[in-house]
């Protein structure tokens, strides 16, 4: 049975209880992990209000603010984890963004300075976020981290945050064979396209999602639990020979040809 039981999780990314990443959060308390939770601070606070009532259920015994563009912020996290827990089990990385002016039109049009903030934000942070933790799972770990098929395949008004999920699932690749004589397991879920707050930003998405419902496989697409069902089982002792993969929750959609 999978049990997660006495495992500290902290996730990052929840956003609204539309977020795949509060489905992963929801299905991580289900199976007994205490949960730490991170959000992105704002001038008026308010987002830290909205993400605070959201994950009130949970029960979080950590509820940090972490900009992953701040480096003492991201550092003030980890050590706060320290203190509270004395080690980290599970971490979740669920954070991608790119200026919607650089997802729509010629890729070729993309500009550096928003190539750079996609690339920072939505690859580079895992292994920021990583070496953050790495010395905090001492007893191992599992990270798991969030795709999409635009990382390997061109996708409609994706763009730029195609080029930086590539990169993201070689993050998972390369921390996986340094974090694996730690017993640290480093995995991504691509997930089929739901409707989110970020998704929201790809032009074309209910386009998207209508059109996996006609080809997947299973005639429809995924939804946040099952990704979060997902998630839990890459975290859990029934997943520890798997590391360094890209695990697709679509329906089957990523098998298709024509």
Not at 145 to 157: D, K
Not at 199 to 214: K, P, R, T, Y
Request: aromatic content about 6%; some cysteine.
């Amino acid at each position: 049975m999978l049990d997660l039981t006495g495992k500290n999780a902290l996730v990052t990314g929840i956003a609204n209880n539309r977020s795949i990443a509060w489905g992963i959060a929801q299905q991580l308390h289900q199976a007994g992990a205490n949960l730490g939770v991170t959000y992105l601070p704002d001038d008026k606070g308010k987002l830290e209000k909205k993400v605070a009532e959201l994950v009130e259920p949970l029960q979080p015994s950590l509820f940090v603010p972490c900009d992953v563009q701040n480096d003492e912020q991201v550092a003030a996290a980890f050590e706060t984890v320290q203190e509270k827990w004395g080690r980290l089990d599970i971490l979740i990385h669920c954070l991608a963004f790119a200026s919607r002016d650089d997802l729509s039109g010629d890729f070729s049009n993309v500009s550096r300075d928003g190539f750079n903030l996609a690339l920072d934000v939505s690859a580079y942070s895992l292994v920021q976020l990583c070496r953050a933790a790495k010395p905090l799972m001492t007893e191992g770990g599992s990270v798991v981290t969030l795709t999409y098929l635009g990382g390997v395949r061109v996708i409609p008004n994706y763009n730029v945050m195609g080029i930086a999920k590539a990169a993201l699932e070689m993050n998972v690749k390369y921390l996986a064979a340094e974090l694996g004589p730690q017993n640290i397991r480093v995995n991504a879920i691509s997930a089929g396209p739901i409707r989110t707050l970020a998704s929201s930003a790809v032009g074309g998405i209910l386009d998207m999602i209508h059109h996996v419902e006609e080809i997947a496989p299973l005639r429809r697409t995924v939804t946040q639990t099952e990704v979060g069902n997902t998630a839990a089982f890459l975290c859990s002792d029934l997943s520890t020979g798997i590391t360094g993969q890209v695990l697709y929750v679509d329906a089957g959609y990523e098998i298709m040809g024509m």
